[in-house]
């Protein structure tokens, strides 16, 4: 297991709702920008959302804004972090493997680049 560790995916009807939850280990990552990416099947892995290091700043990738939402529980120096993605309003073209990422300072859906991954957790929306 790595320092960032994804749960709470799983199988929702279309129109449900769905909280991915990622545990990062390490001080570090209290200091890193945050985010989450998806690939589903056939595609590429594609930029979901992404969120500073203060929770402040957040960014969206155009099919999801105003469904999902991201967070984030952690503070300055802190051992552990807790990055969340609230997805609502489900669909099925959302269904995807979910990795949560982090490193740097940036988090935009352009210049996001994180060096940390996680293992994946499979979000299926059914119709």
């Known amino acids: 297991q790595g320092p960032l560790v994804e749960s709470g995916g799983g199988l929702v009807q279309a129109g449900g709702s769905l909280r991915l939850s990622c545990t990062a280990s390490?001080?570090?990552?209290?200091?890193?920008?945050m985010g989450w990416f998806r690939q589903a099947p056939g595609k590429e892995r594609e930029f979901v959302a992404g969120i500073d290091w203060s929770g402040a700043g957040t960014d969206y990738a155009d099919s999801v804004k105003g469904r999902f939402t991201i967070s984030r529980d952690s503070t300055r120096g802190s051992a552990e972090s807790t990055v969340y993605l609230q997805m609502n309003s489900l669909k099925r073209e959302d269904t995807a493997v979910y990795y949560c990422?982090?490193?740097?300072?940036?988090?935009?859906?352009?210049?996001?680049?994180?060096?940390?991954w996680g293992q994946g957790t499979q979000v299926t929306v059914s119709s």
């Open positions: 390490g001080r570090t990552f209290s200091i890193y920008s």
């Open positions: 990422a982090g490193g740097g300072a940036r988090y935009g859906s352009t210049d996001f680049s994180p060096s940390n």
